[in-house]
């Protein structure tokens, strides 16, 4: 069973970089698309940007340059991170696996709540 479980500051200052990692266990990410997904307040659900088995990646055009999405193999862990914060980055975030790259998130970790604030 693969389980994937994000970790990362829950506050982070404006203009800061936030960093997320999530960690997968039963799987390995050298295989499938490891994405990143966040849920502001009140919103639905955002695509963020992703990192294939080949360790390709994908990024939403919504956030430009400031999302980076890197992968330590020998931790099996998927890392996020997002430049310059305002309070609109604000969410819930989460780590999410899909079999191919265009098909349905089947596995999804429990998310984790980031508060973007002075």
């Known amino acids: 069973q693969v389980q994937l479980q994000e970790s990362g500051p829950g506050l982070v200052k404006p203009s800061q970089t936030l960093s997320l990692t999530c960690t997968v266990s039963g799987g390995s990410i050298t295989t499938n698309y490891w994405n990143w997904i966040r849920q502001p307040p009140g919103k639905g659900l955002e695509w963020m940007g992703a990192?294939?088995?080949?360790?390709?990646?994908f990024y939403s055009p919504s956030h430009g340059s400031r999302t980076s999405i890197t992968r330590d193999t020998s931790k099996n862990q998927i890392t996020l991170q997002l430049s310059s914060v305002t309070p609109e980055d604000t969410a819930v975030y989460y780590c999410a696996r899909r079999s191919s790259a265009a098909g349905p998130h089947n596995y999804w970790g429990q998310g984790t709540q980031v508060t973007v604030s002075s």
């Open positions: 990192i294939a088995g080949s360790g390709s990646t």
